[in-house]
Each structure stands twice: as structure tokens, then as C-alpha cells.
């Protein structure tokens, strides 16, 4: 093993049981084996109730990496990093970690409620190891970096979840550990506060530590990570490129990687009954990014309808509004007749990363809503040849010239 990796995992796999009066009794018998010798949690094998909430996982983790860890809720993320953390122990596999450990896995974690903020300081601190003299010195930057000076002598039972993070991950990142574990800590938190938190990282990053970054915010991943492993029931696979991680992770709600076609519904009734297929211009129907693209809108009308102005709408899976198109723009509007009717919009460029989005739209008319969906489409997109820095939402061609001397 080399000198500069701080996290080896080998072949980790923990299971848990369903019923709580098995698991008690099976607990025994575990701990039983262990007095005996044997390895806690028998021959591998799952008994009556039990399932694999990790299995068989593999990685390493070097100096200054960053990994992030994707996977649906119950994917196995959080055992994981307790594993890691030493909060529980495999049933089967290996973990080392060399050198001291940060961990902010679950929210208030490590906090007596009846403790004022400067006492959970300290507490923590010497937890870690530190003496008081140490933890004096880092006192001022904690507080700091949390900005709850005002609240720190308030016992933590009485503070915010945001403010439970702001104190947690200000201890943990503070004491500059070579390992920081971080579990969906930023989720609760407010923007800003994450901004901080994210050039946290990267600092501990330059100066050796390793990262481990669990969260369902695409944004926050690709910002803080370098590469990823998605986890699936339980099973591993880990990706170097960031844009094939979530682009498995995203497929994995979808029975295929192009898109789902969503059953026809509204928000508001109305006239018109409306859904949309996307697809490429070509034979070829992989939706890639920087390219042309189609969108078909199938459209039911109980009635003649005239004069209606279309309106798209394309989101982010995290529920971010990134564009409208709206055909009044283009002093476009439709007569859409009784019965059913069909209706095509060309995108020139579809200057989208790769990644998932959703298509919501319908019809207005004089401000009306005549008929619309949220979820018209739902539209994987996958790299193209063109060149693309692998972060934000919109990919923006560009050609660099100079230097010019004046």
C-alpha cells in the first residue's frame, strides 16, 4: 500500500435483519461466535429476514481525492461511511484508515443536547484526541466559521438543524483531520453557509486530506468531488468521470436511458389534453448534448381552440428552472382543432451538460391556462463529441484568441 493512501477497503459487505426479535437474537449468537473467536457475523451467509445493505464494496481513497458517493435513499451510503467511521463493524471485508478521523454522518451526532455549543466544542475536541491548549487555539476559528457566537453558550438542544451543522462540520473541518467523512450535511444547511463549507474542502483537499462527500445534490458533488462510486442495493461501481456516474445513477429511475413518457395530466383543467416524446432530428435517437433536438407534442382538445400561445419549460432533476420557451417570443400560436392533433418544436442547440432533466409546459391563452403537465417529458442527455468542462448546467461554446499587446 502506498504512503499516500489513507482509506483501503477491501471486499466490505454488512448485513442487517428486518425483524427486530430476530436481530436481537441474532446479535447474540453473533456476539457469542465472537467470544468464541469467529468472525462477527458468521460464514457470510444470510439467515431468515437479513438482506446485504452493503456488499462486497471495494476502493481506495488517496491524499488530497475527493470520492463522492451517490445512490438512491437506502442505497447503503450512510452504513457505509459508518463502517468507516468505526461506528459499526462488516460482517465480511477489510477497512483501514491511517490518520485521524472527521465524520459528520448524522445530524447532531456526537452532541450531548444539555451541553451549551462551547462545551460540545470541547468534548469533541478531546474525542479527537485534542488537549484543552490545542482546542483553545482552534477555538476562535470554529466559532468563527460556524457564525453562532451569539448562540455558543445556548445549550444544543435549542439550536436549528442548520445550526447543528454549522457547529458539527466547523469542529470536524477545523481540526484539519487527514480523513473528513461528510454525509448529506450540507442539505439542511443555507446556501452560503454550503459555499463555505465547499471552499472548506477544497483547502483541506490542497493540504492532504482525503474527502469522502455523500449527498443527492448533483451541483454540490461535481463541485466538490473528482470522481464517484454509485451505489446500488448495496453494490459498488465506482466511475472516474463524474458525467457517466449520474448519468448511471439517474438511469437507474428509468427503464431506459432515453426518456419515460409521462401519462397525460394537468394542473389545471382545461380544453386541452397534452404529452411530448423527445428526440433527435436523425435515425439516431440519443439525445446528446451541444446538438439538435425535437420535442413532438400530442395534443386532445374537447373543442375547437384558437389563438393558444405554447410554453416550454426545461428543469433540473434538483428542481431548478433553467429555461423557458415560449412561442408568443416567436409571434407563434397555434388553432389546434377537436380531437387530436400534433404539434413539432426544432431546438437548434440543446446547450444542456449531461444529466437529467424535466420537460413541463401547455397552453395560454390571454393568460389562461388551457392545459398543462408537469412532467411532459422526463429527458436523459448524454456527452457529445464536443468539448465540455464538466461543470454547471449550460454548455457554452467558446474560442479564446490573444494575447494582444496595445
Given at each position: 500500500?502506498?504512503?499516500?493512501?489513507?482509506?483501503?477497503?477491501?471486499?466490505?459487505?454488512?448485513?442487517?435483519?428486518?425483524?427486530?426479535?430476530?436481530?436481537?437474537?441474532?446479535?447474540?449468537?453473533?456476539?457469542?461466535?465472537?467470544?468464541?473467536?469467529?468472525?462477527?457475523?458468521?460464514?457470510?451467509?444470510?439467515?431468515?429476514?437479513?438482506?446485504?445493505?452493503?456488499?462486497?464494496?471495494?476502493?481506495?481513497?488517496?491524499?488530497?481525492?475527493?470520492?463522492?458517493?451517490?445512490?438512491?435513499?437506502?442505497?447503503?451510503?450512510?452504513?457505509?461511511?459508518?463502517?468507516?467511521?468505526?461506528?459499526?463493524?462488516?460482517?465480511?471485508?477489510?477497512?483501514?484508515?491511517?490518520?485521524?478521523?472527521?465524520?459528520?454522518?448524522?445530524?447532531?451526532?456526537?452532541?450531548?443536547?444539555?451541553?451549551?455549543?462551547?462545551?460540545?466544542?470541547?468534548?469533541?475536541?478531546?474525542?479527537?484526541?485534542?488537549?484543552?491548549?490545542?482546542?483553545?487555539?482552534?477555538?476562535?476559528?470554529?466559532?468563527?466559521?460556524?457564525?453562532?457566537?451569539?448562540?455558543?453558550?445556548?445549550?444544543?438542544?435549542?439550536?436549528?438543524?442548520?445550526?447543528?451543522?454549522?457547529?458539527?462540520?466547523?469542529?470536524?473541518?477545523?481540526?484539519?483531520?487527514?480523513?473528513?467523512?461528510?454525509?448529506?450535511?450540507?442539505?439542511?444547511?443555507?446556501?452560503?453557509?454550503?459555499?463555505?463549507?465547499?471552499?472548506?474542502?477544497?483547502?483541506?483537499?490542497?493540504?492532504?486530506?482525503?474527502?469522502?462527500?455523500?449527498?443527492?445534490?448533483?451541483?454540490?458533488?461535481?463541485?466538490?468531488?473528482?470522481?464517484?462510486?454509485?451505489?446500488?442495493?448495496?453494490?459498488?461501481?465506482?466511475?472516474?468521470?463524474?458525467?457517466?456516474a449520474f448519468l448511471a445513477y439517474h438511469a437507474l429511475r428509468s427503464d431506459t436511458v432515453l426518456l419515460d413518457e409521462s401519462d397525460i395530466g394537468f394542473v389545471h383543467d382545461g380544453p386541452v389534453r397534452i404529452r411530448a416524446i423527445c428526440k433527435k432530428n436523425t435515425s439516431d435517437e440519443i439525445l446528446c448534448s451541444n446538438e439538435t433536438a425535437m420535442i413532438e407534442l400530442d395534443c386532445q382538445t374537447q373543442m375547437d381552440c384558437l389563438n393558444l400561445g405554447l410554453e416550454l419549460r426545461f428543469w433540473t432533476a434538483l428542481g431548478q428552472l433553467i429555461s423557458v420557451v415560449k412561442?408568443?417570443?416567436?409571434?407563434?400560436?397555434?388553432?389546434?382543432?377537436?380531437?387530436?392533433?400534433?404539434?413539432?418544436?426544432?431546438?437548434?442547440?440543446?446547450?444542456?451538460?449531461?444529466?437529467?432533466?424535466?420537460?413541463?409546459?401547455?397552453?395560454?391563452?390571454?393568460?389562461?391556462?388551457?392545459?398543462?403537465?408537469?412532467?411532459?417529458?422526463?429527458?436523459?442527455?448524454?456527452?457529445?463529441?464536443?468539448?465540455?468542462?464538466?461543470?454547471?448546467?449550460?454548455?457554452?461554446?467558446?474560442?479564446?484568441?490573444?494575447?494582444?499587446?496595445?
Amino acid at each position: 500500500m502506498s504512503n499516500d493512501t489513507l482509506v483501503t477497503v477491501e471486499n466490505v459487505s454488512k448485513k442487517f435483519c428486518r425483524s427486530l426479535k430476530r436481530s436481537l437474537w441474532y446479535g447474540m449468537q453473533d456476539l457469542g461466535n465472537e467470544l468464541l473467536g469467529r468472525r462477527h457475523g458468521g460464514n457470510g451467509g444470510l439467515r431468515p429476514d437479513e438482506f446485504w445493505a452493503v456488499n462486497d464494496v471495494c476502493f481506495e481513497l488517496k491524499r488530497g481525492e475527493c470520492l463522492g458517493l451517490i445512490g438512491r435513499n437506502g442505497a447503503g451510503k450512510t452504513t457505509l461511511l459508518r463502517m468507516l467511521n468505526g461506528l459499526i463493524k462488516p460482517d465480511m471485508g477489510r477497512i483501514e484508515m491511517h490518520g485521524r478521523v472527521g465524520a459528520l454522518i448524522a445530524l447532531g451526532a456526537g452532541f450531548n443536547p444539555i451541553l451549551t455549543g462551547r462545551e460540545n466544542i470541547y468534548v469533541n475536541a478531546a474525542v479527537l484526541g485534542f488537549t484543552k491548549e490545542e482546542t483553545d487555539r482552534k477555538f476562535d476559528n470554529i466559532v468563527e466559521f460556524s457564525e453562532l457566537s451569539e448562540f455558543i453558550d445556548s445549550p444544543v438542544q435549542h439550536y436549528s438543524s442548520g445550526m447543528y451543522v454549522r457547529l458539527g462540520f466547523s469542529i470536524a473541518a477545523n481540526f484539519n483531520p487527514n480523513i473528513l467523512l461528510v454525509d448529506e450535511a450540507l442539505a439542511v444547511g443555507d446556501l452560503a453557509f454550503a459555499v463555505r463549507c465547499l471552499n472548506r474542502i477544497s483547502e483541506l483537499r490542497k493540504n492532504g486530506t482525503a474527502v469522502i462527500f455523500v449527498s443527492h445534490n448533483e451541483l454540490q458533488v461535481r463541485e466538490a468531488a473528482q470522481n464517484c462510486i454509485l451505489l446500488d442495493h448495496g453494490h459498488a461501481t465506482r466511475y472516474e468521470s463524474l458525467d457517466q456516474a449520474f448519468l448511471a445513477y439517474h438511469a437507474l429511475r428509468s427503464d431506459t436511458v432515453l426518456l419515460d413518457e409521462s401519462d397525460i395530466g394537468f394542473v389545471h383543467d382545461g380544453p386541452v389534453r397534452i404529452r411530448a416524446i423527445c428526440k433527435k432530428n436523425t435515425s439516431d435517437e440519443i439525445l446528446c448534448s451541444n446538438e439538435t433536438a425535437m420535442i413532438e407534442l400530442d395534443c386532445q382538445t374537447q373543442m375547437d381552440c384558437l389563438n393558444l400561445g405554447l410554453e416550454l419549460r426545461f428543469w433540473t432533476a434538483l428542481g431548478q428552472l433553467i429555461s423557458v420557451v415560449k412561442s408568443s417570443a416567436y409571434g407563434v400560436s397555434f388553432d389546434l382543432p377537436k380531437g387530436e392533433s400534433q404539434i413539432r418544436v426544432d431546438i437548434k442547440t440543446l446547450a444542456l451538460a449531461p444529466g437529467r432533466y424535466r420537460l413541463a409546459g401547455g397552453f395560454r391563452r390571454d393568460g389562461e391556462i388551457l392545459g398543462w403537465s408537469r412532467d411532459l417529458a422526463h429527458i436523459n442527455i448524454t456527452p457529445s463529441q464536443a468539448q465540455w468542462s464538466g461543470e454547471g448546467i449550460l454548455m457554452l461554446q467558446a474560442e479564446f484568441h490573444g494575447p494582444f499587446i496595445s
